[in-house]
């Protein structure tokens, strides 16, 4: 599984050009699976969501986990992650999982953070077009791989 993090002061997505969930301060996670991703590479990247120190503690410094500074989450499936872009100029997305594949690690995911005590997960909605505004804080924005971790 891959994940893009980014600290934002505020999150929205909206599907057939209605708001379907909004955020506060938090992470709005990119999301993308593979073919053989399991449930617990969905946790272990949970997991190191939850923790990964990247707010800001009274001097200034990334010291501070989104569990510690009681940030809401905003995840939404993106399949381009796992774009390869080796050849051509077109990308192709085998290494993609497929929709019956990936939705339940979504699922998996999101219910995970819960777990980990992020008090608000949102979410996009799986397979919609969405529209996804992003304010970044800072930016920051971190990529996790499970393959990596």
Known sequence: MRAILQRVKRGVVSVDGHVADTIGPGLVILV???????????????????????????????????????????????????ADCRRGRRPSFTQAARPEVAEPLIERFIQALRTEGISRVASGVFGAHMLIEIHNDGPVTIILDTDEL
């Open 32 to 82: 993308g699976t593979t073919h053989d991703d399991t449930s617990a590479q969905a946790d272990v990247l949970a997991r190191k969501t939850a923790n990964l120190r990247i707010f800001e503690d009274e001097a200034g410094k990334m010291n501070l986990s989104a569990l510690a500074v009681n940030a809401e989450a905003l995840v939404i499936s993106q399949f381009t992650l796992y």
